[in-house]
DNA sequence: TTGTGTATACTCACTGCTTAGTATACTTTT
DNA sequence: AAAAGTATACTAAGCAGTGAGTATACACAA
């Protein structure tokens, strides 16, 4: 049994990390993801029992580091935390711009495996998207904000929906303009905190 | 050239909503759509040119039916602006319960074929969607809040973060989350009017 | 130190199936 | 007769997954 931190192993969630996101996980073969790694099919499914197995461990693969990248956005920002999550939009729309970039691979992958509801893909997504959420809400709380649970998952809304109109319009303004409702939601918190 | 009013042309696209929609576009065949429409593939490519035709075709299918719907959702309710934008989100998160719900057909067809971005099925969703962006901002515009445009947008915004969201939890309380986040821009917005 | 056994990590070649799209011919309508 | 519409049967390519075998390395016994 390979181990987790095989060399191997890494380089083909690399490839599949690249071809995954960039076409979609339908439209990628197992063969192009390990003609990509350098390697033969058989060999990728020495180290995944399936292709289903690799999607789950693709996303896996990104859930830390995107959760990183977004606490770093908030933290290196100062301000009031309306601010501050609105930088989050802000650096989001910023990576938006860039032509390699195709929204949110966990929501692209639970929009095309929507037919299967209970696929490990989706799964993880739902992990992922939860842990955000949690950490948003924490930050809220802490600050003193009102129901600081439904504030965290209406900046999530927000968020995701602005990951998916991009998708439709290739319009980084609407990933500003999330951000922007989400500060006017964060503020309209605060006010009826103090109030 | 068969007509647009062509009722076997018409039953193939019935056909197509129902599967693309359940299943997903690249998981469907052609094939499986001719079968499902009663005829045998080389006649539905009589009647289209290709599948990415058929796949535009199917979503052009669905504008006026969606813009209609939720125009009725905020026409038949009563009460303030927000009221009635807060109602369009309780009525879909009231479909999104259905088990055969999945999700924005628009955004599900936009994430899956993020890796073509001029793809006419794309370009048909963009429209629909601004169709819909610029409705409400029309009465928005009408009902003297400012910034409708903006406002607008945000709406839009959590609206397809509330699809999006969906199909990755599967708990249409989020759609709800978004319907009060809309409700709370809206009334910011006739807040700062008044004031 | 040489030989034997074994697990790891890999490749080549393949199966069985599905795919989008087409060449050709038949039927029905006008 | 001519045109529109449909079916049968096909091509050529692609797909996920597998059977069978190989190179390497490392363990341990003689």
Same mark, same amino acid.
């Given at each position: 049994?390979?181990?987790?931190?095989?060399?191997? $192993? &890494?380089?083909?969630?690399?490839? +599949? &990390?690249? #071809?995954? !996101?960039?076409e979609g996980i339908r439209a990628v073969s197992v063969d192009a993801v390990a003609g990509a790694a350098?390697?033969?099919? $058989?060999?990728?499914?020495?180290?995944?029992?399936? @292709?289903?197995? #690799?999607?789950? +461990? !693709?996303?896996?693969?990104?859930?830390?580091?995107?959760?990183?990248?977004?606490?770093?956005?908030? &933290?290196?920002?100062?301000?009031?935390? +309306?601010? $501050? =999550?609105?930088?989050?939009?802000?650096?989001?729309?910023?990576? +938006?711009?860039?032509? @390699?970039?195709?929204?949110?691979?966990?929501? $692209?992958?639970?929009?095309? #495996?929507?037919? /299967?509801?209970?696929?490990?893909?989706?799964?993880?997504?739902?992990?992922?998207?939860?842990?955000?959420?949690?950490?948003?809400?924490?930050?809220?709380?802490?600050?003193?904000?009102?129901?600081?649970?439904?504030?965290?998952?209406? =900046? =999530?809304?927000? /968020?995701?929906?602005?990951?998916?109109?991009?998708?439709?319009?290739?319009?980084?303004? !609407?990933?500003?303009?999330?951000?922007?409702?989400?500060?006017?939601?964060?503020?309209?918190?605060?006010?009826? &905190?103090?109030?």
């Amino acid at each position: 049994m390979p181990r987790t931190s095989d060399p191997t $192993r &890494n380089r083909i969630l690399d490839a +599949a &990390n690249c #071809l995954f !996101y960039a076409e979609g996980i339908r439209a990628v073969s197992v063969d192009a993801v390990a003609g990509a790694a350098g390697l033969t099919k $058989r060999t990728l499914y020495y180290h995944f029992t399936s @292709k289903d197995d #690799l999607i789950a +461990a !693709y996303l896996q693969s990104r859930d830390q580091p995107n959760l990183a990248l977004f606490a770093k956005w908030f &933290n290196d920002e100062g301000g009031t935390v +309306a601010d $501050r =999550v609105e930088a989050i939009f802000t650096h989001l729309a910023k990576a +938006a711009r860039h032509k @390699k970039w195709k929204g949110c691979g966990f929501l $692209r992958t639970a929009a095309e #495996l929507a037919n /299967m509801p209970g696929h490990p893909a989706i799964k993880i997504g739902s992990a992922h998207k939860k842990k955000f959420e949690t950490w948003l809400a924490d930050i809220l709380a802490t600050t003193g904000l009102v129901e600081p649970l439904l504030l965290a998952r209406q =900046v =999530v809304l927000l /968020m995701d929906g602005a990951f998916s109109v991009m998708l439709v319009h290739r319009d980084a303004s !609407y990933i500003e303009a999330a951000g922007k409702a989400a500060a006017t939601l964060v503020r309209a918190s605060e006010i009826r &905190n103090v109030g």
